[in-house]
């Protein structure tokens, strides 16, 4: 019995790998090779194509910004960003038409594809939402002018601010002083403070001993307030002028200084100013208490 059942199996397994063999031996391996390689040809030349294209429509796009840019006066910033918008709306049309045409080298059924996406276009809808808010809100943020790229703003509901490196209709780049580089969908942006379109208040706080006299150091720091805005004429728009002492608690004072300069030249003039007055104070004896503070 035992033998009639290992029999059995075996001529089982036998009939198998025949059936193997002759499903293998059938297959046309010439046709394969040949349908993979006119793919891969076809794929190669398909990328090939398009990395063209974009090359000679960021060529021809540079060309046309570059004579415009002659032409007419237009504002620089301004012109970046219509140019880094172009450049994006360039890259999503040549890439839904290389992933349309690669799907067709590839074989698949576009048309079935197409209707599938007609039954399924309700659900995709719904996801989509979101897309098409970042596309209307950037429409709105551009033709509003409400930024442009190079501009120092303040998104407040985010709590992040920085540079504008590209206004895209999805999203918004913000480089921090840091180096961080925000990547934010425009559907989230609800408040824009640009930084960037008037002059700056800089207001600077120096710590000091009242002890020591104030007068003293006031006549101290008004002649560095005239020295500084002569150095720095080209930046600063209202030379820089003594508020007054001002309480920062815990029983420290601070004579507060406040001046108008040209947006972006906020930060380093404020740190400029800072050390000149420190620097002047310590020559004439004075102590500066702990760590200086600014206040922005």
Known sequence: ???????????????????????????????????????????????????????????????????????????????????????????????????????????FPIGSLLAGAGIAGIAIGLGAQGFMNDIITGAFIIMEQQIDVGNYIRLPNLGIEGTVMSVGIRTLQLKSTDGTLHYVPNRNITVISNTSRENMQVLVDVRINPNEGIEEMKQIITTVNQEFAQVHHEVIKTPPSIFGVVDLGNNNFAIRSIMYVSNGQQFSIKQAYLTACIDALVQNGYTIPNTPIITK
């Open 1 to 107: 019995m035992l033998a009639t059942n290992n029999g059995s199996v075996a001529e089982t397994t036998e009939k198998q790998l025949n059936a193997l063999q002759r499903w293998w031996h059938n297959i046309n391996w010439e046709n394969i090779i040949n349908t993979i390689v006119d793919k891969a040809i076809g794929v190669v030349l398909l990328t090939l194509l398009f990395f063209i294209l974009q090359r000679l429509s960021f060529f021809l796009l540079d060309r046309v910004y570059k004579q415009y840019a002659k032409r007419y006066s237009m504002n620089e910033n301004r012109l970046n960003t219509f140019k880094t918008l172009m450049h994006n709306i360039i890259q999503y049309t040549l890439g839904f038409f290389y992933v349309y045409s690669l799907l067709s080298v590839l074989g």
